[in-house]
């Protein structure tokens, strides 16, 4: 069996109207971010003495190849609010609409202003300097040149060296780049800056468990879903990692987790049935693949584990027709 388990691109099937099929839209994502400002708000209420708070507008919204971003903004009811007075928030979606980050970007400045917390964009809504390069930065990795998201990044550190997200965004650059041992010092960063960010443990879980750091990578995913109970792949990173420890029995909850929370996960199914087949079951590992076939039909890795398990139980013809399959997906399971 492939033993990288957990680390292939996932990709997408599609309705006619051209919409990922089990997929958000990114207006769906808006309207998300509006339900959970209006149903979480205790929070900004203690730290600005406030009895009441007002989600007014959206202010931007974009989409990247993982996530969707959503920025609101919010403030005291009244009608005469200054534009200073006026707070933004972001929200962080993967694209299945599950909320991997949620952070304060500006507090309203005047007499609630909180002491603690920082602005990344200027009074009038615009990209702050620091932010200016974590953007770029983004752009950079969105054309897989690390080196140069990496460069804008050092300068967002050096503008503000207590921005956790450009030091979590370097550490993906790293990760991005086989440089483990630098990421891992980045999200080491991030995360003393923010403790409370479950991507940024989960993302650290990940660099050490490409490190072969199995047990210490476990850590890492249980905190991270200690954070959000619903991040579907922290369990399932946790279940691989727990493969790698031969701890399969283990690994069969967290790919369960996962399926429930992410139904059309192709390569949470594909990793159960790694599981399966790793515990004799062969028949129940085949109902997996065909499940992570059935979700994405390019799957190479699925077929080549499908046809391994074919084999296993003596259904020679359909095992040689799916390595037939891989093989002509991708040429490294010919």
Same mark, same amino acid.
């Given at each position: 069996?492939?033993?990288?388990?957990?680390?292939?691109?996932?990709?997408?099937?599609?309705?006619?109207?051209?919409?990922?099929?089990?997929?958000?839209?990114?207006?769906?994502?808006?309207?998300?971010?509006?339900?959970?400002?209006?149903?979480?708000?205790?929070?900004?209420?203690?730290?600005?003495?406030?009895?009441?708070?007002?989600?007014?507008?959206?202010?931007?919204?974009?989409?990247?190849?993982?996530?969707?971003?959503?920025?609101?903004?919010?403030?005291?009811?009244?009608?005469?609010?200054?534009?200073?007075?006026?707070?933004?928030?972001?929200?962080?979606?993967?694209?299945?609409?599950?909320?991997?980050?949620?952070?304060?970007?500006?507090?309203?400045?005047?007499?609630?202003?909180?002491?603690?917390?920082?602005?990344?964009?200027?009074?009038?809504?615009?990209?702050?300097?620091?932010?200016?390069?974590?953007?770029?930065?983004?752009?950079?990795?969105?054309?897989?040149?690390?080196?140069?998201?990496?460069?804008?990044?050092?300068?967002?550190?050096?503008?503000?060296?207590?921005?956790?997200?450009?030091?979590?965004?370097?550490?993906?650059?790293?990760?991005?780049?086989?440089?483990?041992?630098?990421?891992?010092? &980045?999200? +080491?960063? @991030? *995360?003393? %800056?923010?403790? #409370?960010?479950?991507? !940024?443990?989960?993302?650290? $879980?990940? /660099?050490? =468990?490409?490190?072969?750091?199995?047990?210490?990578?476990?850590?890492?995913?249980?905190?991270?879903?200690?954070?959000?109970?619903?991040?579907?792949?922290?369990?399932?990173?946790?279940?691989?990692?727990?493969?790698?420890?031969?701890?399969?029995?283990?690994?069969?909850? &967290?790919? +369960?987790? @996962? *399926?429930? %929370?992410?139904? #059309?996960?192709?390569? !949470?199914?594909?990793?159960? $049935?790694? /599981?399966? =087949?790793?515990?004799?079951?062969?028949?129940?590992?085949?109902?997996?693949?065909?499940?992570?076939?059935?979700?994405?039909?390019?799957?190479?890795?699925?077929?080549?584990?499908?046809?391994?398990?074919?084999?296993?139980?003596?259904?020679?013809?359909?095992?040689?027709? &799916?390595?037939?399959? @891989?093989?002509?997906?991708?040429?490294?399971?010919?």
């Amino acid at each position: 069996m492939a033993e990288d388990q957990g680390k292939e691109e996932e990709k997408f099937d599609f309705t006619g109207e051209g919409e990922a099929v089990g997929y958000i839209s990114l207006p769906q994502a808006v309207l998300a971010a509006r339900r959970l400002a209006r149903e979480n708000d205790e929070h900004y209420k203690d730290r600005l003495g406030w009895t009441e708070v007002v989600w007014t507008e959206l202010h931007s919204e974009s989409v990247s190849e993982d996530y969707y971003k959503v920025v609101l903004q919010f403030r005291r009811p009244g009608r005469e609010i200054l534009e200073e007075h006026t707070g933004e928030e972001e929200f962080l979606f993967d694209l299945t609409g599950i909320l991997q980050d949620r952070q304060i970007l500006v507090w309203p400045e005047g007499p609630q202003m909180p002491e603690e917390g920082q602005s990344h964009r200027t009074s009038d809504g615009q990209p702050g300097l620091a932010e200016a390069k974590v953007e770029e930065a983004q752009e950079h990795s969105s054309r897989a040149d690390y080196r140069g998201a990496i460069e804008r990044l050092n300068e967002a550190i050096q503008i503000d060296p207590n921005y956790a997200v450009a030091y979590f965004s370097r550490g993906d650059a790293y990760y991005n780049l086989g440089e483990n041992q630098r990421a891992i010092q &980045d999200y +080491d960063k @991030a *995360i003393q %800056i923010d403790p #409370n960010s479950a991507m !940024a443990y989960n993302n650290r $879980g990940d /660099t050490y =468990y490409n490190l072969g750091r199995y047990q210490r990578s476990i850590e890492d995913f249980d905190k991270a879903i200690q954070l959000d109970p619903n991040f579907a792949l922290a369990y399932r990173n946790r279940g691989d990692a727990y493969c790698k420890l031969g701890e399969n029995q283990r690994a069969i909850p &967290d790919y +369960d987790k @996962a *399926i429930q %929370i992410a139904p #059309n996960s192709a390569m !949470a199914y594909n990793n159960r $049935g790694d /599981t399966y =087949y790793n515990l004799s079951r062969y028949q129940r590992s085949i109902e997996d693949f065909d499940k992570a076939i059935q979700l994405d039909p390019n799957f190479a890795l699925a077929y080549n584990n499908r046809g391994d398990a074919y084999r296993k139980i003596g259904f020679y013809p359909q095992a040689d027709a &799916d390595k037939a399959k @891989a093989c002509s997906l991708d040429k490294q399971y010919c």
